[in-house]
């Protein structure tokens, strides 16, 4: 069951010609959830094969132009492309504000509806069969919104063996997938346990930027499978990171070990830094399991819950 | 005297993996005019080299989001970039009541000071010593501009063996320059034409995108060295180019054939092209000096104009 996260940008302020302006995109069995969408973001869909008709909602965490700027531009081409449904921009009210005018005066024809939801404070913004979406705050210069994508927990798995010993009738193994036990004709019951295995434990994926390292954080995605964590700087600039409300490497790894994830991905690099491998060893002092998120990359979420 | 044409974008309404949206740049004597502002024109700039701070002149033809959508990212990048002085954003007053909400909202701190100033249908819309842009009414679905740069004429060249035969005070050179006669201390007078040569012609060049064939689009170019006309599509869409406001490569070189031009440039291509020789030949059957834009590329206008 596919839970794939796609880095489409992962540049902080300033897009360069190395590193795109914050995006990316989950894709949950083959529904595309975005978050962030910094200028750019369309052409690297496009790039990776990623397809607009697929995508429904776009999370976006802040009002900074380098997490929303590519916004107008990935609307109107769904709309040139007849993406057809709802289209749902997630956002801080302020933002509705600010950017839905604009964005109706070029997309007033789009053949799906575009909705605009405000994001709350906290908790659950979206949910379906397989999946909730959860928003939590960060800690930056204005609001700003993380996310939390959860697998709902599968239904138990059959044993094929007991379902032919005991002879179930198919109508019955939803029933007990769900946990019922099994009544015979004859009056026994068999007991669920010995009908079933547990399902695969589900997975999660934290994501955290823009951000200063603050323990509230650690708390939000606690026990979560894989974390985003911003690292805007390695250790030289931890004083300004502070000031601009960033993080460094080694400081989201200490987020990552206070909430004990599995996984760790950094991103929302500062331009200063063409070689990015002193933010991966700073982080990796603090917490053994980090990789670097880079523009193209794919990461399969279901292995990296598993290593 | 540099007068180049920096190619950022040459696509048209969807960005594809190949062409940007359309954007340039005219450096006119290293001060840098941007024409269209599609997204991705702030990471090209980067990429050419061209610098954000000999940028003050921003022309926006029409409110298409692919001749604008780059705005917002680009003045925001050239504030964290601590670009001083002034920038003016010459767009259609619809377009200023769109964006500039938007637009302020994000580069509320600019070390700049941002001006929107409201195209005129017609006439010149910037002027320095050396250069004058003018604007002028294109044909698409919605209102649209065309732009002229035109070299100012240059002060006549000094005969410098004249200069030394008379032995004219260096006071009176930029008299002789500005064609001036020189009255010797015995009372007579040397003509102007005995000190000096002919100026190098003017060059000029003239932006038209987005726009259908239209006699009045040659009219109003009449004349200019260097023209980049839209160029949609071959001839295989001669009829969806009228229904869409747009033109085939055949019709852009009737337009340049017909205003007398020294050389044309396709662009603003549709994204079914993938290979874009044959708008280059159909083109040429109507016009034999044709170019095809490409995002990188670099037109020297003063060469073409010489050609």
Known sequence: MKFDLNILGCGSATPTVRHNPSSQIVNFRDKLFMVDCGEGAQVMMKRLGLKFSRLSHIFISHMHGDHCFGLPGLLSTMSLHEKGGMVTVHMQSEGIKVMEPMIRYFCDNTAYDLRFEPLPAQGVVYEDDGLTIETFPLYHRL?????????????????????????????????????????????????????????????????????????????????????????????????????????????????????GV??????????????????????????????????????DLNGLARQ
Not at 144 to 157: D, H, M, V, Y
Not at 212 to 229: F, I
Not at 265 to 284: C, F, Q, T, V
């Open 143 to 259: 609001p700003c919104s993380g996310f939390i994508f959860r697998e709902k927990p599968s239904l138990l798995n059959l044993r094929g063996d007991m379902v032919r010993f005991h002879q179930i009738p198919v109508r019955q193994l939803h029933a007990i997938k769900c946990g019922a036990d099994f009544f015979k004709d004859d009056g026994t019951v068999v007991p669920n346990s010995h009908l079933t295995l547990p399902p695969r434990r589900p997975v999660s994926y934290a994501y955290c930027s823009d951000t200063v390292m603050d323990r509230r954080v650690a708390a939000s995605v606690k026990g979560v499978d894989v974390l985003y964590h911003e690292s805007t700087y390695a250790d030289d600039y931890e004083v300004q990171a502070v000031h601009r409300g960033h993080s460094t490497a080694r400081q989201a790894a200490k987020i990552a070990a206070m909430a």
């Open 262 to 299: 599995h996984h760790l991905i950094l991103g929302h690099y500062s331009k200063r830094y063409r070689d990015l491998s002193p933010l991966l060893a700073e982080a990796r002092e603090e917490f053994p399991a980090v990789s670097l998120s880079d523009e193209g990359r794919v990461f």
